[in-house]
């Protein structure tokens, strides 16, 4: 059954509606005003977009002018906590949407099961979504039934599902957190990628090293992976390579520079010509991002966008829904559980020169 819940009173000042591209959220956008300075106001104490369930790991898109949430589905499975995450046992997608920013927001109930996947073991963690060829598609990582992480990828007639999973995971896919960007030119790329628990360490030159550890502090840190789509979106169209991340000074990361490198939750997003690379750092919890004048990098580090929420993991995605640009982020103020997350959403500011002002969301 479909809910439908109203945001909070002070969320409402937020409200405008959204653009009329069947999907807008890959393309150039208009430009914000460059007045908006350093100084802007944080955002309000930011309501969950649903309560009564808990999302996480928000993947954003405007489709036909309405906002698609495609979110992680947590649940209180009982699983004890570790490192590797195995008390994320999520077992379904629920779909949000919403007309603007602020107002109703519909759950559209269970997208695709984990029961509904032919190839899939256990965990089915953060999703994305992308329109071509008149389909929807939904990619999403889970673990075979021999407990490593694949990518695998759904379609349906409609963005908010539901999906039909293809019988087998995209191959040469592996790890977790797909992120999917169609660039102007009609080229899709897809970004991905998490280590820890996302098993990215047993990667190597994309051969699987159950064995493999993780990185010591003076090595060079993990890189984030992408690919380009086959025109179908169901294939990579080509090798999986190394996304090239470095510093200001264009040297790579060390895995001791734990609060500016690659750790998950890779989203692309292009601002002004120019191609913004974001991810979470994982245990030292920041979002940041980099940028670049091609969407296959090299990438330069910029800063952080979101500072350190409430909770141990953080994961976002940036899209414009009009003329504003907004972050999808999730935190643990409701249930103080680790496990148990809620989506928000926050307002983004671009600086004149491009670069993001960073927000302490609250």
């Known amino acids: 059954m479909m809910r439908h819940l109203s945001l909070l009173s002070a969320f409402a000042c937020l409200y405008f509606a959204c653009g009329s591209p069947s999907s807008s959220d890959n393309k150039e956008t208009p430009t914000q005003d460059s007045s908006v300075t350093e100084t802007a106001k944080q955002p309000p104490q930011n309501p969950p977009l649903v309560s009564y369930i808990f999302t996480a790991d928000p993947s954003a898109h405007v489709f036909n002018g309405r906002v698609y ?3 992680s589905h947590d649940t ?14 999520m077992m379904d997608y629920h779909i949000l949407s919403m007309d603007s920013i602020g107002g109703k927001v519909t759950d559209h109930g269970v997208a695709l099961s984990i029961n509904d996947v032919p190839w899939a073991g256990r965990q089915l963690w953060a999703p994305d979504a992308a329109y071509a060829n008149g389909t929807y598609y939904l990619y999403f990582p889970v673990k075979d039934k021999k407990d490593v992480f694949r990518i695998g990828v759904a379609t349906s007639t409609q963005p908010q599902g ?12 592996y790890s977790i957190d797909p992120c999917v960007f169609t660039d102007e030119d009609g080229t899709s790329y897809m970004y991905f990628g998490g280590i820890w628990g996302g098993q990215l360490q047993r990667w190597n030159n994309n051969h699987y090293d159950s064995t493999a550890p993780l990185r010591k502090p003076d090595e060079a840190a993990i890189l984030p992976r992408f690919a380009r789509l086959s025109k179908n979106m169901k294939q990579f169209d080509g090798p999986v390579k190394e996304l090239q991340l470095v510093d200001e000074k264009g040297k790579p990361f060390l895995e001791k520079n734990n609060d500016k490198r690659f750790f998950e939750a890779a989203w692309m997003h292009k601002y002004q010509g120019k191609y913004y690379f974001s991810y979470s750092t994982g245990d030292t919890h920041n979002i940041c991002y980099a940028t670049s004048n091609s969407p296959t990098g090299p990438f330069t580090y910029r800063g952080i966008i979101l500072y350190p929420v409430e909770g141990w993991t953080n994961h976002h995605s940036i899209l414009p829904v009009g003329n504003q640009w907004y972050i999808f ?6 249930s103080g559980k680790t496990h148990l997350r809620n989506v928000k959403v926050a307002p983004l500011y671009y600086n004149a020169d491009g670069s993001i002002q960073p927000i302490h969301a609250k």
Request: charged share 15%.
């Open 329 to 334: 982020y999730h935190d643990v103020q409701q």
């Open 76 to 89: 209180a499975t009982g699983t004890p906590e570790n490192d590797n995450g195995d008390h994320f046992n």
């Open 162 to 173: 539901p999906f039909k999973a293809e019988q087998q995971p995209i191959p040469g896919s």
């Open 69 to 71: 949430v495609y979110p």
